[in-house]
């Protein structure tokens, strides 16, 4: 069994769907051993207790530095036998510090139809930009932003009467369908 460690810096809701569809398999091929955030506001930490997830609090401000921040999450990752990396919400760049310790192994959810609206506001440049369709991508993190190479797409037309809060709840429909999904199936040849 892939042992999964996912990455949050607010709400959770990834994070919660990921964990409560893979207690549903049938088939167990993956288990989400722990949490990490990088906020201590950060809703998923109350998703994490609910779930009877271990979750770490690692603050990058308690850092002299980027590599002591990451340094002190490999640590974590190892010391609880991380096999897969899975980022749902998590706000911050990948350094090529905790990008080689997992290389091919760190996976991210982004809420737009990539190579289209990277970056942090995926919904919202979608919905300024009057696109016609978005969609969500799951993607390997590499060193650019939300530019590794694509595992899954899935587009969303965006109807003409949508506000932005109702294509954020429709994007989050699809990413917590396809997320645990996606992972189940990447675990299968793992």
């Known amino acids: 069994m892939v042992r999964v460690a996912v990455f949050a810096s607010g709400n959770g809701g990834n994070f919660q769907s990921i964990v409560e569809t893979s207690r549903n398999y049938e088939e167990k091929l993956y288990s989400v051993e722990l949490l990490i955030v990088d906020k201590e506001s950060a809703y998923a930490i109350e998703r994490a207790k609910k779930l009877g997830v ?25 010391e609880n036998n991380i096999d897969l990396i899975a980022l749902a919400g998590y706000m911050r760049i990948i350094s090529p510090v ?14 737009a139809y990539l190579p289209n609206f990277p970056g942090k506001d995926g919904i919202g440049d979608a919905f300024r930009a009057g696109a016609k369709e978005t969609g969500v991508t799951i993607h390997y993190v590499d060193e650019g932003v939300d530019s590794g190479k694509i595992i899954y797409q899935e587009k969303l037309v ?16 699809i990413e917590h369908r396809i997320y645990p999904e996606t992972l189940k199936n990447l675990c299968k040849n793992f």
Do not use: A, G
């Open 158 to 173: 965006i109807e003409k009467d949508w506000d932005l809060e109702k294509l954020e709840e429709e994007i989050h429909k």
């Open 98 to 111: 905790l990008l080689n310790e997992y290389r091919d192994k760190i996976i991210n959810i982004h809420p």
């Open 54 to 78: 271990p979750c770490y609090v690692v603050l990058p401000k308690t850092f002299p530095s980027k590599k002591e921040y990451e340094e002190k999450i490999i640590e974590i990752l190892k």
